[in-house]
Structures are given as structure tokens and as C-alpha cells.
């Protein structure tokens, strides 16, 4: 049973870093494509980035150069590095692992930041 796990949110001010942890049972994160959307309130879900088994990640252009996405293969964990934080970026947070043709998510995690 795939079971994840977001951690991490909170109350931040804008400039501030925040880090996400995703911690993982059923699954191995090295071996999966794992990645994080976010939803604000009234919008749709939307892809943050993403970390393909390979190691290569893909972002969105609204985060590039401000977060980083991560895994610890040994703690079968993936991170979200969250930097330079801006007002627009408060949401909830999901993580999400691509299994077997299916998207399998978290409860999610708010973050949310302050002008």
C-alpha cells in the first residue's frame, strides 16, 4: 500500500525558505518518478516540480531558480527546498509518486506566505 506523507508547511514570511518532506511506505523512491503540485484556494492543481527515477528534474517556470527538488534514497524520503518565498506561492502542498500508471497522493501541506 502506497502511503505519503507531506511535512514541512507553515507561516512564512515573503524571502523566507521553507523545507517539504514527503516520507514514503510502499514504494522506492529512487526506482519512481515522485514530484510536488500545489493548489491555492479557488485554483486548479498544478505541477512544482518533479524528479524522474533518473535523477532529472522538471520545474515550474513560476519556481525555477527558487526551489529545488530532492530525494534521500535512504530514508525513502522527497524534499522540497523552498526558497526566496513570495506571497503567490502560498498553497497547499502535495507530494505525488507516479506508480504503475497511477498518480497517488499525500494529504498535503499548507504553506503560506506573508507579505
Known amino acids: 500500500q502506497v502511503q505519503l506523507g507531506e511535512s514541512g508547511g507553515g507561516l512564512v514570511q515573503a524571502g523566507g525558505s521553507l523545507r517539504l518532506s514527503c516520507a514514503t511506505s510502499g514504494i522506492i523512491v529512487s526506482i519512481r518518478t515522485m514530484g510536488w503540485y500545489r493548489q491555492a484556494p479557488g485554483k486548479q492543481r498544478d505541477l512544482v516540480a518533479r524528479?524522474?527515477?533518473?535523477?532529472?528534474?522538471v520545474y515550474a517556470d513560476s519556481v525555477k531558480g527558487r526551489f529545488t527538488i530532492s530525494r534521500d534514497n535512504a530514508k525513502n524520503t522527497v524534499y522540497l527546498q523552498m526558497n526566496s518565498l513570495k506571497p503567490e506561492d502560498t498553497a497547499v502542498y502535495y507530494c505525488?509518486?507516479?506508480?504503475?500508471?497511477?498518480?497517488?497522493w499525500g494529504k498535503g501541506t499548507l504553506v503560506t506566505v506573508s507579505s
Open positions: 524528479i524522474s527515477s533518473g535523477g532529472s528534474t
Open positions: 505525488t509518486a507516479f506508480v504503475g500508471g497511477m498518480n497517488y
